[in-house]
């Protein structure tokens, strides 16, 4: 594990990020305190698999319908409400 300060890591920056793609662990501190830990970003290189949650999702019968209450809330009735 690499430890380094904060006005080192400002002037070694490229160094430290090529350090933590690699592999390395790179913490930065600030007076000896560890603040950050720098690591690469994970991307997948497989494409998410379509329909995963095909069947596992289900709506209700009614769950488009109209719902006066709502409606009231969104589009207001005769008297506004205070």
Known sequence: MKTVNIHAAKTQLSRLIADAVG?????????GTPLVRLVPVSVSHHP???????????ES?????????????????????K
């Open 23 to 31: 592999g390395e662990e790179v913490v930065i501190s600030k007076a």
């Open 61 to 81: 019968d009614d769950c488009w319908a109209d719902d006066p209450e709502l409606s009231e809330l969104f589009y207001g009735s005769d008297a506004e409400p």
């Open 48 to 58: 998410r698999p379509l329909g995963a949650l095909a069947g596992l999702v289900v």
